[in-house]
């Protein structure tokens, strides 16, 4: 639908008095999901917002408007050069948004054909991994970093589990020197968070993808760079250090804030702990759950309109942002059945239409084997200070813990391994003997406890990753 050029002056438009709606800073770090409400009750599904003081765009916080928005690619298109706020000069050349909104040669940034080729070539990649030896992989690699904790029974979850985890399992997937790790953690970080380092991190982080994809052409191997160059899709090395990017980004930084909200939840909703211990839940069910209440990703860049429109009721000017207020529109009344979220995967937080997010997939497997091994090991984990004093990062995109300190005074020693893992389920009255154990069966931590047969290699790798 078109509207007349004088629509520009109507009520709505960011250029009038709806200004001072901040995307960004204490204003979504502190209680987004209260900013998500206010701004729906006072603008309706559509609501303008700023990025950054003077850059405007749009919050889509309606379901049904979001699915419109990402399955409508002829109004609505993912080719940010279109950004008028760009086009006008006002993006400042320092910007931290541009590294979460520059146009990239990726599927992220296409619409069309050239979306679908890109698209075909990385999801045919990520189809190479054998979830069985990925399941493994976390598996271990979570054990080794439990087991590198010290007797004393205190932890921060995210500075020394799901911060390190991720990257302990992406770094092997592609082939890349464990020492990696660490760094490729902060310059996500940066990038993601819109931090005042947002762009050197960007820049770095393409220069050490781009000699990974150097290196890979010379001599490749059995990994993700090697099988995405292998592709008859034939990616440039500037496309497949773009779309590793990608891969990297929405895989890491997702599996990183699902494992930290699920275990918040956890530690502070009785109901949610008692549906899961109990036996009346799947981890696989408490993971969707936190989908729908604390996406990894609560907001996401972008879309840009094509010409302009109309939706949720607010006139949209050709060339104007509108951000995917994921969350948001997981909290709009209209997406929730009579049974409320309960064992439903309706959710937007992957996105919909084309571009889901392409990692959700080993995300979930690399998740729900971290949760199912937490549990296992520490079956009487618990927060170490009150709920109201944890802090959240002031991302705009990401909706993830600076830390999570944690209390336990149990290790229970892993099973032994099955030659196919099942879903965990949490020990009820008619749970098998294998189950969790309950307190009684666990054994106390001492600095002997930990099993000695971790494979060397994560031992190391974990040593190296804590100082040691």
């Not at 992220?108 to 992989?137: C, F, K, P």
Request: glycine content about 8%.
């Amino acid at each position: 639908m078109t509207v007349p050029d004088h629509r520009a002056a109507a009520a709505g438009c960011p250029y009038t008095s709806d200004r001072g709606n901040p995307l960004y800073g204490a204003a979504v770090a502190e209680n987004p999901h209260s900013l998500y409400a206010r701004l729906r009750a006072q603008h309706g599904p559509v609501a303008p917002i700023e990025l950054e003081p003077g850059v405007e765009a749009w919050l889509v916080l309606g379901y049904q408007e979001m699915l419109e928005l990402t399955r409508n690619e002829a109004l609505f298109s993912k080719d940010s050069r279109r950004w008028r706020v760009q086009q006008e000069g006002r993006l400042r050349a320092d910007s931290h948004l541009i590294p979460m909104t520059m146009w990239r040669p990726t599927l992220q940034s296409m619409d069309g054909a050239a979306h679908h080729r890109l698209s075909s070539a990385v999801a045919d990649t990520l189809g190479m991994v054998d979830h069985h030896q990925l399941r493994e992989t976390t598996e271990e690699a979570a054990l080794a970093l439990i087991e590198s904790w010290g007797p004393d029974g205190t932890a921060d979850l995210v500075a020394q589990f799901t911060r390190r985890l991720p990257l302990l399992v992406f770094t092997r997937q592609l082939g890349l020197p464990p020492e990696d790790g660490p760094r490729l953690v902060g310059l996500i970080t940066d990038l993601v968070d819109s931090s005042k380092d947002s762009q050197r991190a960007a820049a770095e982080f393409f220069g050490l993808l781009m000699d990974l994809v150097v290196s890979r052409r010379a001599q490749p191997g059995a990994d993700l760079v090697s099988w995405l160059l292998a592709h008859p899709a034939g990616l440039s090395d500037e496309e497949m250090v773009h779309n590793l990017m990608v891969m990297l980004v929405a895989g890491n930084e997702s599996s990183i804030n699902w494992i930290g909200n699920t275990v918040r939840l956890l530690l502070t909703d009785r109901r949610f702990r008692t549906t899961l211990t109990g036996g009346r839940a799947t981890v696989s069910d408490a993971l969707d759950e936190v989908l729908w209440r604390d996406p990894p990703v609560q907001n996401f860049p972008g879309r840009w309109a094509v010409s302009d429109t109309v939706l949720g009721g607010q006139y949209i000017s050709a060339g104007d942002m509108l951000v995917l207020g994921l969350a948001g529109a997981n909290d709009d009344p209209a997406a929730h059945g009579p049974d409320g979220i309960s064992g439903n995967r309706a959710h937007l937080a992957w996105g919909a239409g084309r571009h889901v997010c392409p990692a959700q997939d080993p995300a979930r497997l690399i998740v729900e084997t971290a949760i199912e091994t937490l549990l296992h090991c520490l079956p009487d984990l618990q927060l170490a200070i009150p709920a109201h004093e944890l802090k959240w990062r002031p991302s705009p995109w990401s909706r993830a813990l600076v830390s999570l300190p944690v209390l336990y005074s149990a290790f229970v020693p892993p099973r032994p391994a099955t030659p196919e893992r099942t879903a965990w389920t949490p020990q009820s009255s008619s749970s098998p003997s294998d189950s969790t154990p309950s307190g009684p069966t666990s054994t106390p931590r001492t600095s002997g406890s930990a099993p000695t047969d971790r494979p060397r290699w994560w031992s190391y790798l974990v040593e190296w990753w804590s100082g040691r």
